[in-house]
């Protein structure tokens, strides 16, 4: 853990907002994304996901196999990252709107105002499937981000960790635990 934040750099002075970003689940998938490729697993997107599926949880009876679902996970990103758009395939548009509606329930609650994140509609590629598994998302963030292209993939995702939770409003932030 030492190395990760070693590889971390402070905080930056240039910044530059809307920028496309790639979320990938496993290191593997940042081999296609590139420069614009950060880890999930260093940014604060699981806590959200949990806490929009407890939201939901029959606390009644067992826990379910699987707990979050696709929709928690991408409205959990939606909100960690500040996306203002997200790529979808056509048949992916559902998901989005229930995403969408599960974040404006949270939000509303806390009272806290948060975009809902618009689509950007892409065609199926061969890559399409990765997508779908859910190992990687693509979307245009509202964030500002450090500009150094030198950045690894570790060290970006670290940065982008830190933005994230300086912009998270602070009910947001003490209902996922973070603050």
């Keep these: 853990m030492n190395a990760i934040r070693q590889a971390c750099p402070p905080t930056p002075c ?7 970003l790639t979320v990938a689940r496993e290191p593997s998938a940042l ?12 940014l604060p997107i699981r ?5 929009l599926a407890a939201r939901r949880a029959d606390w009644s009876e067992r826990s379910p196999t699987r707990f979050a679902d696709a929709a928690d ?3 959990a990103t939606i909100v960690a990252l500040q996306l203002a758009e997200v790529d979808v395939a056509l048949d992916e548009l559902p998901l989005l709107d229930v995403a969408n509606a599960r974040l404006a ?3 509303g609650e806390l009272g806290v105002a948060v975009a809902p994140a618009q689509p950007r509609l892409v065609r199926e590629f061969a890559g399409a499937a990765v997508t779908r598994r859910g190992r990687s998302r693509r979307g245009r963030s509202r964030l500002a981000q ?3 292209a030198n950045l ?10 830190a933005c994230c939770r300086a912009a998270l409003p602070a009910p947001l932030a003490r209902a996922a635990g973070l603050a």
Excluded at 14 to 20: D, K, N, R, S
Excluded at 152 to 161: E, G, N, Y
Aim: charged share 15%; net charge negative.
């Design 14 to 20: 240039e910044t530059v907002a809307g920028y496309f």
């Design 31 to 42: 081999s296609d994304a590139g420069a614009e490729g950060v880890l999930e697993a260093l």
């Design 47 to 51: 806590p959200f996901a949990m806490l």
């Design 73 to 75: 996970w991408l409205a």
């Design 105 to 107: 329930a949270l939000a």
């Design 146 to 148: 450090p500009v150094d």
């Design 152 to 161: 690894s993939a570790v060290a970006r995702s670290c940065t982008l960790a």
